[in-house]
């Protein structure tokens, strides 16, 4: 009877506790040696810590990478999307003035969808775009003008951004300098910010 008692408690709080879960829960009873232990599967989750004792500076600047990423993360996305959809329509072009015409179109499309609120992100924004850009497709924003608008338009954007203190050959380094961003990036991914 001593033992009996709390063995039902746990077995309540277990199944009550499986039960709130949401996702698929599983459970098994293994018997060892006239002894039946109950497991039971649950989803993962991932946690998140939180420094208490960071400055109030630390926090600040954090949040507004946040605010920042989370502002220009859809434009990176956009902008691999739209580069794989005009990828293939460059493929398929027959000669170099058909191809120039569908850049001249797709630029058109860009700035007339974007072009407005575009310009009206802030120089932090701006950067981080960059990298996002990189990281959605592999290039960097100058490799993008190189292959897309020629080497000469690419040299003009690159010493025009320089002059603004942008750099268009910046590579993402998500293990490195951009770690903030790519786990920034993450739980936008997961849904978590």
């Given at each position: 009877?001593?033992?009996?008692?709390?063995?039902?408690?746990f077995f309540?709080?277990?199944?009550?506790?499986?039960?709130?879960?949401?996702?698929?829960?599983?459970?098994?009873?293994?018997?060892?040696?006239?002894?039946?232990?109950?497991?039971?599967?649950?989803?993962?989750?991932?946690?998140?810590?939180?420094?208490?004792?960071?400055?109030?500076?630390?926090?600040?600047?954090?949040?507004?990478?946040?605010?920042?990423?989370?502002?220009?993360?859809?434009?990176?996305?956009?902008?691999?999307?739209?580069?794989?959809?005009?990828?293939?329509?460059?493929?398929?072009?027959?000669?170099?003035?058909?191809?120039?015409?569908?850049?001249?179109?797709?630029?058109?499309?860009?700035?007339?969808?974007?072009?407005?609120?575009?310009?009206?992100?802030?120089?932090?924004q701006?950067?981080?775009?960059?990298?996002?850009?990189?990281?959605?497709?592999?290039?960097?924003?100058?490799?993008?003008?190189?292959?897309?608008?020629?080497?000469?338009?690419?040299?003009?954007?690159?010493?025009?951004?320089?002059?603004?203190?942008?750099?268009?050959?910046?590579?993402?380094?998500?293990?490195?300098?951009?770690?903030?961003?790519?786990?920034?990036?993450?739980?936008?991914?997961?849904?978590?910010?």
């Amino acid at each position: 009877m001593k033992h009996f008692l709390p063995g039902v408690v746990f077995f309540v709080l277990l199944f009550f506790s499986a039960r709130a879960m949401a996702g698929t829960v599983s459970s098994v009873t293994i018997i060892r040696q006239a002894d039946s232990i109950p497991t039971v599967n649950l989803k993962e989750i991932e946690v998140i810590s939180r420094k208490n004792s960071v400055s109030y500076w630390t926090r600040w600047r954090l949040n507004r990478l946040i605010r920042n990423v989370k502002k220009v993360y859809p434009y990176a996305k956009t902008a691999g999307a739209l580069l794989r959809i005009y990828d293939v329509r460059l493929k398929h072009a027959k000669n170099d003035a058909e191809r120039k015409k569908i850049m001249k179109q797709a630029e058109a499309e860009i700035k007339q969808r974007y072009g407005g609120s575009l310009k009206k992100l802030t120089f932090t924004q701006g950067i981080i775009l960059i990298k996002l850009i990189d990281r959605e497709t592999g290039n960097t924003s100058y490799g993008l003008l190189q292959q897309l608008r020629g080497k000469f338009t690419a040299f003009f954007y690159q010493a025009f951004a320089r002059v603004w203190g942008y750099n268009l050959k910046a590579r993402y380094d998500p293990k490195g300098r951009d770690r903030e961003i790519e786990a920034i990036v993450k739980l936008i991914e997961a849904g978590k910010l």
